[in-house]
């Protein structure tokens, strides 16, 4: 794991803005597209404001939630609505975007489909991960029902998991997809994540999540 501790959230933002855009566009010279995987949450947002004014060959890059929240699409708390208003806007809104989301009654119902549109797009080419204080990351809740699966290194590309913590269930990318990536990325802010992070060194990753994608991963952190 590789620790950067910025200034600020401001120059956070830019400056791993800038090194995705520099990643996407290093991969996109090699090969004719891209794979992008991308959290929800907050943390993600001022980072995405920066990065969808880079100039890239967008239409290039497919760019996918690394967990979803099983809401509707308009859904306040959807990651695809987030992710759509946030990055696939300004000139990076001729990306694709593959959403984790198909009509159906439950998770369970629609992870193979989900899971045939994701295959062509892997491994993951560049990873950004958010993380809460539990030492979640995408939806690896600790203690969540389908952790164990998410987890297992022979698991499905798609989990769907049930956290008692959040309020609805949850599809999420499992923990040997994310960590399969290419280039691995973690975004945390603030003096609590830090220790949580520091914490999840400590801890298995059944406690610990995040412990599950960190060999190799760029940690940027300000508080
Ligand atoms: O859908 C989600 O909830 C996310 O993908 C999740 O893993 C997120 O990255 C963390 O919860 C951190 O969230 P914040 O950035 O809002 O603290």
């Not at 989990?159 to 599809?171: D, F, G, K, Q, Y």
Request: glycine share 6%.
């Amino acid at each position: 794991m590789n620790f950067v501790d910025y200034p600020d959230r401001e120059m956070l933002a830019i400056d791993l803005a800038n090194c995705l855009a520099g990643e996407l566009e290093s991969y996109l010279l090699r090969h004719e597209t891209v794979s992008f995987a991308v959290p929800g949450g907050t943390s993600p947002g001022a980072v995405f404001d920066a990065l969808c004014a880079a100039d890239l060959d967008w239409d290039r890059v497919h760019v996918f939630p690394t967990d979803e929240r099983w809401v509707p699409a308009d859904h306040p708390r959807s990651n695809a609505r987030m992710i759509c208003e946030r990055l696939i806007t300004n000139r990076a809104a001729s990306a694709r975007f593959l959403p984790l989301s198909a009509p159906g009654n439950a998770p369970e119902e629609v992870l193979a489909a989900i899971e045939a549109m994701l295959l062509p797009e892997l491994p993951i080419s560049v990873l950004l991960l958010g993380m809460g204080t539990d030492m979640h990351v995408a939806s690896l809740f600790p203690g969540a029902e389908g952790l164990q699966a998410a987890l297992d290194p022979d698991a499905p590309v798609l989990t769907a998991l049930r956290p008692e913590t959040v309020p609805e269930p949850r599809i999420s990318l499992s923990a040997r997809v994310l960590d399969g990536a290419l280039s691995k990325h973690l975004v945390i802010f603030g003096e609590e994540k830090r220790a949580a992070l520091d914490r999840a060194m400590t801890l298995p990753p059944e406690e610990a999540p995040v412990q599950a994608i960190l060999t190799g991963t760029t940690v940027h952190w300000a508080n």
